[in-house]
């Protein structure tokens, strides 16, 4: 509170709004880089492939330069989002839940990471019952397995699970399905 | 005349028992997603876009103008009884409606919300109707050049003009441009930012980025802020049946809030937000009983800005089916299921496929009455649904995030893009970066890319040609405005202000 008492004090450079205006200045960089690998046949020398990207880039130079001069002028964020403190932990276990579905989805299917990844975001928005919210994710994700990806017709990968399920059903409906 | 008929027979495609089914569906799921925090009408279409490999286009677009009308009442539910706006259309309706249902008028809040919405959702409906066919006609003389320009001005409005800051909100666009040229350039067969992969080749689904901002990044978000505040749900006070008083204050302010909304979703900015908060403005102006604003709530306060919403989004449908032109980020998901059947949505749209668009504009009235009979008598049907915890609704919208996406392709790399996108939803969200831009700027880029070079190849290469034609002239020129104009009257505000003395109390 020491330095914010006096109303003429200059105001400080924001960090994090700092390094998103750099960031996008690298991201524009990349645009540039990709754009010059963008082989340009003479047919199309007048309104080529490579037009847009040199107008984006452009654009997004120009737009992080404001940016990081947003941020050495104090930056945008409003105060509110300022002084609520970042829960890391809970942000920690839900992108831990992410991650390991990722890793998890191909060894063990859709179900089983989806399991593991519902108690775990659970756990980071503070539930306290694993169990319970294993259970739930184990129902919500054959809910979204039968019902979702049989009825959009799109093919999710099989795992455990789902074979053992599949075979289950499979078993009395055999002559039924098709 | 010619509307009428074209209406009868679109009635006729509606009331078939498929696509009563689907408008059914897609209204009860679109209260749903509406009602949930968290989820959008944007993201949930979505992921349902691989529907549009297995059914009809008329089902589809029902079913999808289902969820875009019933998110609208469901939103405004969770503001009037959890004071959370569901989304930025309806954080007026958070102002006066929570402050109605703590005082213990919630019913009346609700029940003036849901006519309101259905009176305006039904004459915005009628103006789309009457209004698209003529809009058709002009836009029959626009060349190449026009689009293009026409196009800059939909991306200046929707990223600079609405939302808190122009520099981010054209940040937020050109990200989408560069997402959006991201695989193979259609014209020349030339890969464009692909980083020498060939997973990149196909360029990203928009479901990809749509579930990566919306649900992954909110996610996140929310994960980041959970000791902000608990919500807490107002308990459903009082009658569902307005008074004659609530009648004689409600009725006004719908058709004032109809009035403001469908002019400014037809026109090529879109965007709810102006006209809600126009509409309470002028509510506020007009209303008898100022010293309900902002203590116990005014009814007025609600009706207004929920008939301008409802009434702008139908209007946002007039660009999206007469120019092909998305102004907001579910008509930009909805143009991309037009371009997954091969349709290319532009002004022929109405003649080449009557029976969609007709039938369309039909569903949308049936889904406005069998909205208000969800959202009235079966309210309470609702009210639970906002009692689930929100540990179990979040791993859940990842749950149903995976699916959407991972399904498509079966590729851990689709799955990698999405986390990372969410981390960007999440830094865009922290940091007030305005995400519906992104979609808007990845689908309405390529198309305004390739107007651009249309317009080029016909003049040779001469980039006159856009101030060359007038309206093209002109509407750059609006888009000019609207990208400066409010810095300049800023600057004006700011001198006068600083000029002489200010006097408290006169604006």
Avoid at chain 2, 319 to 331: E, I, K, R, V
Avoid at chain 2, 392 to 418: H, K, M
Wanted: glycine share 12%; aromatic share 10%.
């Amino acid at each position: 509170m020491g330095t914010s008492d006096h109303q003429a004090s200059p105001p400080r450079l924001a960090l994090p709004e700092l390094l998103i205006g750099v960031g996008l200045l690298a991201c524009a960089g990349a645009v540039a880089w990709q754009t010059l690998a963008i082989p340009v046949s003479p047919l199309y020398s007048k309104v080529g492939p490579t037009v847009f990207p040199y107008i984006t880039m452009a654009g997004m130079i120009l737009l992080s330069l404001l940016l990081i001069l947003a941020a050495i002028r104090g930056g945008w964020q409003p105060e509110e989002e300022k002084e609520t403190p970042t829960d890391w932990k809970a942000m920690g276990l839900v992108a831990a839940g992410l991650v390991a579905n990722l890793v998890l989805i191909q060894p063990l299917g859709f179900t089983a990471a989806s399991v593991i990844m519902f108690v775990l975001v659970c756990f980071g928005f503070g539930s306290r019952h694993p169990l319970r919210d294993a259970l739930l994710g184990l129902v919500l994700a054959l809910v979204a397995y039968f019902g979702f990806a049989e009825a959009l017709g799109v093919n999710i990968g099989a795992g455990l699970i789902e074979n053992q399920l599949n075979a289950l059903i499979g078993a009395p409906l055999g002559g039924k399905g098709g | 005349m010619d509307t009428l008929s074209h209406l009868a027979h679109g009635f006729a495609v509606a009331f078939t028992h498929t696509n009563l089914l689907w408008c059914l569906v897609g209204t009860t799921l679109g209260t749903a997603i509406g009602v949930l925090p968290g989820l959008g009408p944007a993201l949930t279409i979505a992921l349902l876009l691989p529907i549009t490999y297995q059914v009809a286009p008329e089902a589809s677009f029902i079913l999808f103008a289902g969820i875009y009308y019933g998110a609208m009442y469901g939103g405004s539910t969770t503001s009037i009884l959890l004071n959370t706006p569901g989304e930025s259309a309806t954080i007026v309706t958070a102002l006066e409606g929570n402050r109605m249902a703590r005082s213990g008028r919630g019913g009346a809040a609700l029940a003036t919300s849901a006519i309101g919405s259905f009176v305006a959702g039904t004459l915005g409906t009628l103006g789309v109707a009457f209004l698209a066919p003529t809009v058709v006609k002009y836009a029959l003389k626009f060349g190449p050049a026009e689009y293009f320009s026409l196009m800059v001005l939909a991306f200046i409005t929707v990223s600079a003009v609405l939302g808190s800051s122009s520099v981010r909100g054209l940040t937020s666009l050109f990200v989408g441009f560069v997402v959006g040229m991201i695989g193979v350039d259609l014209q020349t067969g030339q890969p464009r930012f692909t980083f020498g992969t060939a997973e990149l080749l196909d360029g990203v689904d928009v479901i990809i980025v749509a579930v990566g901002l919306f649900a992954v990044g909110e996610t996140l978000y929310m994960a980041s802020r959970r000791y902000a505040g608990k919500d807490e749900i107002v308990p459903l006070k009082g009658s569902l049946y307005m008074t004659a008083a609530e009648w004689a204050r409600s009725w006004k302010p719908w058709l004032r809030g109809a009035a403001i909304g469908f002019p400014i979703g037809a026109m090529p900015a879109g965007g709810a937000e102006i006209p809600t908060f126009l509409s309470y403005a002028i509510e506020k102006k007009l209303s008898r009983h100022k010293e309900e604003f902002g203590t116990v709530g005014a009814i007025e306060g609600v009706a207004g800005p929920e008939a301008a919403n409802n009434a702008s989004a139908a209007g946002v449908l007039v660009p999206m089916l007469t120019l092909g032109l998305p102004t907001s980020a579910t008509a930009a998901i909805m143009l991309s299921a037009f371009q997954s059947y091969g349709i290319n949505p532009g002004p022929l749209l109405l003649t080449t496929q009557a029976n969609l668009v007709w039938g369309l504009i039909a569903s949308l009235f049936i889904a406005n009455v069998i909205l208000v009979v969800l959202n009235l008598p079966l309210i309470g049907l609702w009210v639970r649904l906002l009692k689930i915890p929100a540990p179990q609704l979040y791993a859940g919208i990842l749950v149903f995030a995976t699916v959407g996406t991972y399904g498509i392709s079966q590729s851990p790399i689709d799955l990698a893009i999405l986390y990372l996108l969410g981390a960007a939803g999440f830094l865009m969200r922290r940091f007030d970066f305005p995400t519906a831009p992104v979609i808007i700027g990845m689908i309405l880029g390529p198309l305004a890319e390739t107007q651009f070079r249309r317009a080029m190849t016909i003049e040779n290469g001469d980039w006159t040609v856009f101030f060359r034609h007038p309206l093209s002239l002109t509407l750059l020129t609006l888009a000019f405005i609207g990208l400066v104009g409010p810095h300049i009257w800023a600057w004006i505000e700011h001198r006068r202000r600083r000029g002489p003395e200010h006097v408290p109390g006169d604006a």
